[in-house]
């Protein structure tokens, strides 16, 4: 029953800025780290930011300096502000968590993905 449930994507012209979120439910014990991936069609879906329990991060280069990701415990929800944004980061993102739950230890789930679109 543990799913992740995104929002926030859409259509947003370059320079701008978009900030979707990932929520977590179900009969969830912990999450040990939330993120977010994209994919491209053609290619292979590709890190573009983590938190870890610990607050450690990790950043993709290509969004370094530009995206932001954070996490709130108390909501199970991780979100990813995404500034100066360009057409290469047109994509499907995807929320992932790795969680332990009743059925499930150290698991990887993921999003159905949602569509950013990036124009000029």
């Known amino acids: 029953q543990v799913q992740l449930v995104e929002s926030g994507g859409g259509l947003v012209q370059a320079g701008g800025s978009l900030r979707p979120s990932c929520a977590a439910s179900?009969?969830?014990?912990?999450?040990?780290?939330m993120g977010w991936y994209r994919q491209v069609t053609g290619k292979q879906r590709e890190l573009v930011a983590i938190?870890?329990?610990?607050?450690?991060?990790n950043y993709a280069d290509s969004v370094k300096g530009r995206f932001t990701i954070s996490r709130d415990n108390a909501k199970r929800t991780v979100y990813l502000q995404m500034n100066s944004l360009t057409r290469e980061d047109t994509a499907v993102y995807y929320c992932?968590?790795?969680?332990?739950?009743?059925?499930?230890?150290?698991?990887?789930?993921w999003g159905k993905g949602t569509l950013v679109t990036v124009s000029s």
């Open positions: 179900g009969s969830i014990s912990s999450i040990n780290a």
């Open positions: 938190v870890n329990n610990d607050g450690s991060t």
């Open positions: 992932y968590a790795n969680i332990d739950a009743r059925y499930y230890f150290d698991t990887d789930f």
